[in-house]
């Protein structure tokens, strides 16, 4: 007993509020979400990221790396001085080239045959060039030492670096073999550069670079504050638009100016806000048409029941006749009801077809031989205008439902005409059947809703309508075959009401 009464407390508490909350048993098996920061700090701290990488980028190049940078780049500048010297080998105008680019780049450029005379040279660096001084006593040691690491090196060059303590002399000897054209001798070519302390350059570029680093950050604040505003502002403003959807208001219009993933989002959003609303005006009138085709035959049940309690029930022919027309509001009652039940199972997807092959002419004289009554009594006029027979597959008393519901239609509001046509055509893999009928027709406004749920005409009158099921059962049982299926209407002249179902021949 208890623990009902808890229960029923726990329920209560689960649907306080505007919007209906989720049983707190369910709420409590999903996981916690971990509190979300909003969009614009997440736009500020990736740009921020993006910021500092960049910052981290330059300081790593411009200022940990220039050193290697700088040497990497004067070995580049050397080598390709070599070149130039190569070129000029075994020329008239070795010396005057060798002379010229150690003059131009500021080298010690010496050229040694292969066993390490001097052939050429020029030396820019004066007294502090190591190799000249090495080159001037031929055969020294530091040169054979160099000319035995070249011929090691596997790419043909060797750089040496030269930190000269006694004349605090920093530089690098680029070596490397050159041959003569023409007499085909192999030489060495040894470069000297003096290297130049960047410690000043290094100094301003880092002074440079700490104004640099602090208007980047000043900047990158600034402008992804700007940047992450006008992103998530659009984003805001259709959250409040939802909230208010949310909270019942469908007049609301969801306005995604600003880029085209928010303004998608705005359309999406405002057509999911047209259905909802078109599916909770349909639940309204179906309420309304459901409760007021229920309260009249229950009016008439009650007041026909009491008229043979108090006057009629001595009276076997009135009382005969009541009682008739309380068997036919309970006849229209237990209609209501089926078709709603069975809306349901179909809608659910719990209805299983039972198919089979049968024939279409044999089915549809069938379903004639059932209205020879109707014909005979009300002068309707149904005409069934058969083509060669075809077998189809399907669950005979569905299809045998939707045509029904066709031809009950073209009955109801055919109007003064009574002339009903059941045409079948044969078409190539298919046959398709039309129930045609001259009434008023279908407005085409309404022409795309006759097949939803709950749809009535609310300009026909209630003796003949029904509950503004029967078509939607039979788009659903339609659906289901995976038949297709359809209507045309012209106002006035009346509509046409069709399906297509996939043959076998006939054995
Ligand atoms: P109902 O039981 O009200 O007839 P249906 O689902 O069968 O429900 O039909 C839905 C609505 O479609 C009807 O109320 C009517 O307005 C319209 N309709 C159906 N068939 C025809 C027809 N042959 N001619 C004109 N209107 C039709």
Redesign the pocket.
Known sequence: MKRSSDNNVRDEQASIGDIPLAPLGEAKKKKRRKPRLALRYYVWLYFMIFAVVILVLIWLFQYVFLDKYYESAKIRDIASVANKVRDAYGTSTQNETCGKLAYENNLCIVLTDESGNRVTGSNNLGSYSTLYKDIMENHSRHVFELKAKLNKSSDGNYTEMIDDEQTSFKGLIYCTTVLEPSAQKQAYLFIESSIEPIDSTVSIIREQLIYITVILIELAFLVTLFISKRLSRPITSITNTAKQFAAGDYSVEFKGEGYKEVEELSTVLNNAENEIKKVSDLRKDLIANISHDLRTPLTMVKAYAEMIRDLSGDNPKKRNEHVQIIIDEADRLTALVNNLLELSKLESGNMELEMSDFSIVDKLNDCMTRYTLLIEQNGYDIKYEPDEDRIITADINKLDQVIY?FIN??I??TGEHKVIRVRQINKPGCVRVEVI?N????SKELLPL?FDRY???AK?KRAV????????ICKEILKKHGFAFGVSSVEGEG?T?WFEAPTRDKQ
């Open positions: 519901n239609n073209a109801n509001y009928d009434g008023n027709g279908i006759v749809y009535r005409d026909v309508v029904g509950t503004g099921l029967g078509l939607s509509s009401f």
